[in-house]
């Protein structure tokens, strides 16, 4: 079984700039969540999708967009980069089954981005 | 609407003491989890246990022990004599356990454990 993987690892980018994360979800599982990371914060919920579609949304502006493919791997995609989206950027893979139970998420390594 | 407040930024420890990491929570759901991960400098989340808000029971993994209190909404952390390798920054979370569910995290705190 193939954990979640996310690319690349690092990124430099410069503000102004657009940037596009990506994230593998764990095999069979079919919803993806985002998290920011910024230094000495505990990470921060971005959105989820969940076959597809946005499932929910955090605090984060509309220049932070995503996809997830039928595949439920999944985008991260930051428009008109800031100093402040300098972060790592973790995604997380569940599997939901539509039942009130809660659905383990598992983390990726995360990719860590500057932005100058 | 949920919080998690770890109100240690940082400790440090000298080896083999022992030491407990403070989370304090805040939800109106009537279940929920609670959680609490490691980050070592590499980055990346580390699961250390989850528990659910029906479930008090205090639980002994080795030398980590957990404390979950809902009368005063704390769920601690203590490690029992402390190694070098458990310096690394440790995170609180908490999730709503029906529905839409998302990690709501603390601030964490770093702790260091010097030889």
């Known amino acids: 079984e193939t954990g979640v993987t996310q690319s690349p690892t690092h990124l430099i980018k410069t503000r102004g700039q657009q940037v596009t994360l990506r994230c593998s979800s764990q095999s069979g599982h079919n919803t993806v969540s985002w998290y920011q990371q910024a230094l000495g914060q505990g990470p921060q919920f971005i959105f989820q999708y969940y076959r597809e579609e946005e499932n929910g949304r955090g605090n984060f502006p509309p220049r932070f967009s995503g996809l997830q493919f039928p595949n439920y791997s999944s985008e991260l995609n930051v428009n008109a980069l800031e100093l402040d989206d300098s972060a790592l950027y973790l995604c997380?893979?569940?599997?939901?089954?539509?039942?009130?139970?809660?659905?383990?998420?598992?983390f990726g390594p995360g990719t860590r981005l500057t932005v100058l | 609407a949920q919080k998690v407040t770890q109100a240690q930024t940082e400790i440090s420890v000298v080896e083999k003491e022992d030491v407990t990491l403070d989370c304090v929570y805040e939800t109106r759901d009537t279940t929920y989890y609670l959680f609490w991960y490691k980050q070592p400098p590499s980055g990346e989340l580390v699961f250390l246990i989850r528990?659910?808000?029906?479930?008090?029971q205090n639980e002994i993994s080795g030398r980590y022990s957990w404390n979950f209190q809902k009368s005063t909404s704390s769920f601690n952390f203590t490690i029992t004599a402390s190694q070098v390798v458990d310096s690394a920054v440790y995170f609180c979370a908490q999730s709503g356990g029906t529905g839409f569910q998302k990690l709501v995290f603390g601030t964490g705190t770093r702790l260091l454990v010097s030889p």
């Open positions: 997380a893979s569940s599997l939901a089954r539509g039942e009130p139970i809660y659905n383990e998420q598992f």
């Open positions: 528990r659910n808000s029906f479930d008090e």
